[in-house]
Nanobody
Framework: QVQLVESGGGLVQAGGSLRLSCTAS????????IGWFRQAPGKDRDFLAA????????YYADSVKGRFTISRDNAKNTAYLQMISLKPEDTAIYYC??????????????WGQGTQVTVSS
């Protein structure tokens, strides 16, 4: 079992930046791929980025490539999502998730409760 808690969301103006954190407890964090997802009101939950459990290989959805950066610090049991050049359409609840699959874009086993990101125009 892995427990995940997101933090760092908030209100930011268009063009601004935010860094989300995902802190894990429970089983060995370093053995899991960590992914970030988001869900806007009335829309499906979308995959954003994933980082592998070992050497930190990353994979991004085309929609955020170049603006979002995923990283992790296994010593702190924490993963991050750095977001720059934010747009109003980035407004959503952001979730982190964990899986034993390599760089999965879906079918994650554990989920956090989400953190709200609101980008004003």
């Amino acid at each position: 079992q892995v427990q995940l808690v997101e933090s760092g969301g908030g209100l930011v103006q268009a063009g601004g930046s935010l860094r989300l954190s995902c802190t894990a407890s429970g089983r060995t964090f370093s053995r899991y791929t960590i992914g970030w997802f988001r869900q806007a009101p009335g829309k499906d939950r979308d995959f954003l980025a994933a980082i592998s459990w070992s050497v930190g290989i990353t994979y991004y959805a085309d929609s955020v490539k170049g603006r979002f950066t995923i990283s992790r610090d296994n010593a702190k049991n924490t993963a991050y999502l750095q977001m720059i050049s934010l747009k109003p359409e980035d407004t959503a609840i952001y979730y982190c998730a964990a899986t034993t699959q390599y760089l999965a874009t879906g079918s994650y086993d554990y989920w956090g409760q989400g953190t709200q990101v609101t980008v004003s125009s």
